[in-house]
């Protein structure tokens, strides 16, 4: 209403000029003419000239740009090769891998037969133990057979010759007693008796010497035996001890070979175990050696992309800063308050760069000082220097904006200055210039709410629809993408500082793994070292196992013999005792029938002393073959006894031999399949060691592969790394082509704004036209500057009028851009003017009259107006009251709970005042004073943020509530207390927690996992507990 009331008041002195304005009418379309024809020769040549460095410029930038694409393309196809290697270098990486799993297997294969082979070459030295006691028992049995079998041999020759000489004497015998016969006929019947008599005399006188001579060969081979007895007896207490000492010795070296086979098998399994880590802590390494050299890369492009973005920003800087730079540069000027361009003040949302971009336009680059009078200075420095088109903001001048209020649908983002980020001192200008501007997602909800008519609507791709109907898009020439790069300046130092923190970390677990693998070949080095020393002392130890068991085997041997021998003596003294006692008996009675005999013979010879010598003789001589027979047949006697005795003997001993050889049998086969095993075991292992041999021959060609490859992916990487370097450097230069390009576009930009503002038109051919225009107005240059002409335009009363002059005319740039001042200054003399001084009198006269009573119209409505302001004020001001305690008193409840105790308040900034009033935070945790927010700890601040929005969900519950890990900076206790209040307010709202810790994810109904595989693709593991079973 201040304005129809201030346009009323002005159109009442301006009826009264408008007569003096048609006077000056004349005068200065003669002067506008001659400065249109002027002007058109001056800016047809800037024009053309401009053009032509534009060209130039352009066809700079066209070869930068195939010297990129060439660059590019290098990258490309050297990226490709590299990365074929690379794959080819994992391939072969793997094949090694299973060639190495494969080796160790047939070693672990190798060392089991190892075993089976040793255990085998033990039983089999056992068995070859059995075999040589029993070789000794079978020699022993041999030797004492072959001594029987030669006593034997003697006894049947001695058995023979006594046969020869008993048949001898039995001859002698016959022919004694035929001629005692013949002597005897001639005897009586008494000579008979006394033969008879002295016959049985001398048959028992040889009797009892047959039985004295063998008692006295009994007596001689029991004393021998009996000798033989005690020295086995002897040699079988040494043979006992000697075998106790083995035994004993065997017994301890056993304990000691089980100990030392523990101790091996202990020690291989270490030895595995060493090996088995150490693959896998080599295989860790090549991984994170992998790692760093791909962060390092990684590093390497945003430190290049970071280098061309910084250039870039610098060279926009630079242009943004170019126009105002003369006037900054001033010596005799000086501009205060100067904040900055609009561009470097805001922060804008990811994904909402382009639609702020369109929705500023040319304020993108608008500067911002402190007060009007600086903003002013600057204008008139800059009018005068005439350089590029600024804008300009001057922040204590600016009129308060509200932005709009909007309900959140489906399609719309908000409000574009509610969404944009920036200092508070900036505000004001955001919500002028953005908050009548709607960001939606596309273009047919643009359409939607542009029909609304509550102001400009933009989408996100960067299309603006005006509330009049101006539809604009794509991006300035010289502005576009500021955003982005902004972020993407923002963004990259992080991401390297995250690399850098990642790299630092991966090698400091690369030192870590160095220092294990260290640590492990070291320990595998002594395992190794000391298997082979237990090995060593175990093979001495067996062989003093062998040894013993040998010496055992012998002197088992020998005892048994000397036991067989000693029970073979003990018969054989029984039974030469039983033989002593009958043999005394049978002298005792043939002493008896002896000397009964002689008695009857010496009556005889008494009574046959008639006989003669021959008689005598023949006796005699009978008597002596008769002694010597009984003598014989004796002795005969007892040899038939002892080879019976003998042969028994022989007999037993042969079955034992039987018996052992038996024995000696099986123990061969059973060393001959020992021995078989061991050697298909030996062929298995040998079998083994080739195909491990044929390993070790496949490898090193593998490692010279891996190696060339490796070679091959570091020359190609130094390519693509010098690729690179080119790229970067045809990116520079065309930046700076770019720069250039956009520098003379700007220029050319500025010329055509000037030429548009002096009224001028260019065409598409390049000459510089009058626009024809059906009211002759100010130009925008009279309301600048000091007016030096007098006002009389008799010097120039010539009309130099020149025709159209097209951009290539030859002029004199200095003479015509003095003569275009004069022109200038006289027609600021003149001033404005205006010929249609009465259509414009009655146009004004019928607006007086219109605006008087759209004045009354709007006095009525201005009432009606302010005091439904008034009660919105008073609605606005009950409600946030209500709220704002509801609020306070939920978050001190949480803040409570939270912290276990202590308490927490909101306070109005401007308690009377609850249209202006902001709010603080009063916290005091437990054992502490009470302080402000910025005065708390990191967690402490995420309790107490948590306790605000949790109080604010439950005064005005939301559909649904996204908190991105919320709980990282809470202990164990405050994450339960977190988890509790989530599960209360989850009855009124969904919530959605991004989180790490444990316990929040255990409270969750349905959770989802993502994580990021070696191929940088993110995946989804999702999981629905009410699905998983209760057990």
Not at 51 to 64: M, N, Q, S, V, Y
Not at 474 to 485: I, L
């Amino acid at each position: 209403m201040e304005r129809v009331q201030f346009l009323v008041d002005e159109i009442d002195p301006r009826l009264s000029q408008l007569e003096r304005q048609a006077r000056r009418a004349a005068r200065h379309e003669q002067l506008s003419q001659e400065l249109t024809d002027a002007l058109q020769a001056w800016y047809g040549h800037l024009w053309q000239e401009k053009r032509e460095t534009l060209g130039t410029a352009r066809l700079t930038l066209d070869r930068c740009q195939q010297e990129q694409a060439r660059a590019e393309a290098e990258i490309k196809t050297w990226e490709e090769q590299l990365a074929a290697v690379r794959e080819e270098l994992t391939r072969k990486r793997s094949a090694i891998s299973d060639r190495a799993l494969h080796h160790q297997r047939l070693s672990e294969q190798v060392s089991r037969l190892q075993e089976r082979i040793a255990l085998a070459y033990q039983q089999h030295s056992g068995v070859i133990g059995r075999r040589q006691q029993l070789q000794l028992e079978l020699e022993a049995l041999e030797k004492e057979m072959l001594n029987l079998a030669r006593s034997s041999v003697e006894d049947s020759r001695r058995r023979t010759a006594l046969e020869e000489e008993l048949e001898a004497g039995r001859r002698a015998l016959s022919q004694a007693q035929q001629e005692l016969e013949s002597l005897e006929q001639e005897s009586s019947g008494m000579q008979r008796q006394a033969a008879t008599g002295e016959e049985k005399a001398a048959r028992t006188r040889a009797a009892v010497s047959d039985v004295e001579a063998r008692l006295r060969s009994l007596v001689e081979t029991r004393s021998r035996l009996e000798e033989e007895t005690a020295q086995q007896e002897e040699h079988r207490q040494a043979i006992i001890s000697q075998m106790v000492e083995a035994a004993r010795n065997l017994s301890g070296y056993r304990a000691e070979e089980k100990r030392q086979n523990e101790t091996i098998v202990a020690a291989l399994q270490e030895q595995d175990a060493l090996k088995s880590r150490l693959e896998k802590s080599q295989v860790s390494l090549l991984t994170l050696q992998e790692s760093c050299r791909l962060r390092d890369l990684e590093i390497e492009r945003l430190e290049a992309r970071l280098g061309v973005l910084t250039d870039a920003q610098q060279a926009q800087n630079a242009r943004t800063r170019a126009t105002a730079a003369p006037a900054l540069e001033a010596g005799d000027t000086q501009v205060h308050g100067l904040l900055g361009v609009l561009s470097s003040l805001i922060r804008v949302p990811k994904g909402l760069e382009r639609a702020i971009e369109a929705a500023l336009a040319e304020n993108l680059q608008a500067m911002l000082v402190e007060h009007q009078k600086d903003a002013l200075a600057l204008v008139q420095e800059l009018a005068r220097q005439e350089v590029g088109r600024v804008v300009i903001f001057p922040l204590d001048s600016l009129k308060e904006v509200y932005p709009l209020n909007i309900m959140k649908e489906q399609g719309v983002v908000g409000v574009a200055s509610r969404l944009v980020k920036c200092d508070g001192r900036y505000r004001k200008i955001i919500d002028s210039l953005l908050g009548r501007t709607i960001i939606v997602e596309d273009l047919d909800t643009a359409l939607r709410i542009l029909r609304r008519g509550m102001g400009s609507v933009v989408t996100r791709d960067g299309i603006l629809l005006h509330p009049m109907g101006l539809i604009s898009t794509g991006r300035p020439t010289s502005e576009g993408n500021v955003f982005a790069r902004q972020q993407e300046l923002a963004s990259i130092p992080k991401a390297i500082e995250r690399l850098i923190r990642s790299r630092q970390a991966a090698e400091q677990e690369t030192e870590r793994l160095r220092s294990r693998i260290a640590e492990d070949e070291s320990d595998l080095q002594r395992v190794t070292q000391t298997l082979a020393t237990i090995q060593e002392q175990r093979m001495r130890a067996q062989d003093v196992i062998a040894r013993d068991r040998h010496l055992l085997a012998q002197l088992r041997g020998e005892l048994r013999w000397l036991i067989t021998s000693q029970r073979r003596s003990t018969k054989q003294l029984t039974s030469f005792t039983q033989q002593d006692q009958r043999l005394q008996e049978e002298r005792e009675q043939l002493l008896a029938q002896a000397a009964e005999a002689q008695e009857v013979t010496q009556y005889l010879r008494s009574a046959a002393g008639l006989f003669g010598e021959r008689r005598q003789t023949l006796l005699q001589r009978v008597t002596e073959c008769s002694t010597n027979v009984a003598s014989l047949d004796g002795e005969l006697r007892s040899l038939s006894h002892i080879q019976e005795t003998r042969q028994a003997t022989l007999t037993k001993m042969d079955a034992d031999m039987t018996a052992k050889q038996a024995e000696l049998h099986g123990i061969e086969l059973e060393s001959t399949s020992l021995t078989e095993n061991a050697e298909a075991n030996w062929r298995e292992v040998e079998k083994l060691n080739q195909e491990l041999k044929r390993y070790s021959e496949d490898v090193d060609p593998a490692q010279q592969i891996i190696a060339a490859l490796e070679g091959q992916e570091r020359d190609a990487q130094a390519k693509e790394a010098a690729a690179r370097n080119r790229l970067l450097s045809a990116e520079r230069q065309l930046l700076e082509a770019e720069s250039k390009v956009h520098h003379h576009l700007d220029d050319l930009q500025s010329l055509r704004q000037r030429i548009e503002a002096d009224g001028l038109t260019l065409t598409s051919g390049g000459e510089v036209r009058a626009t024809p225009m059906p009211t002759l107005e100010s130009p925008a240059w009279l309301s600048s500057g000091d007016g030096n002409g007098d006002g009389d335009g008799d010097s120039h009363t010539r009309s130099s009028r020149l025709p159209p002059v097209a951009g290539g005319a030859v002029i004199d740039p200095q003479t015509m851009e003095e003569r275009i001042q004069r022109l200038r200054a006289q027609l600021r003399a003149v001033g404005p003017v205006n010929p249609q001084a009465e259509a414009e009198y009655d146009e004004l006269k019928e607006r007086h009259t219109f605006l008087t009573s759209q004045l009354a119209d709007l006095s009525a409505g201005e009432r009606s107006l302010l005091e439904a302001i008034d009660e919105l004020d008073e609605i606005i001001c009950r409600r946030f009251e209500e709220t704002f305690h509801q609020v306070a008193e939920r978050f001190s409840k949480y803040f409570t709970t939270f912290f276990g105790g202590g308490q927490a308040k909101l306070v109005l900034t401007e308690p009377e005042d609850y249209r202006t009033a902001g709010v603080d935070i009063v916290a005091r945790p437990p054992g502490k004073r009470l302080q402000s927010l910025s005065m708390l700890s990191g967690g402490e601040k995420a309790l107490t943020a948590v306790s605000l929005l949790f109080a604010l969900l439950q005064t005005n519950p939301s559909p649904f509530c996204v908190l991105d890990e919320v709980d990282a900076m809470l202990d164990e206790a405050n994450v339960g207390r977190f988890v509790t209040a989530i599960r209360e307010l989850a009855q009124q709202t969904q919530f959605i927690v991004i989180t790490h810790n444990r316990r929040t994810i255990e409270t969750a109904d349905n959770i989802y996992g993502v994580s990021m595989g070696d191929d940088s693709i993110s995946r989804v593991l999702s999981l629905r507990l009410s699905d998983v079973p209760a057990n």
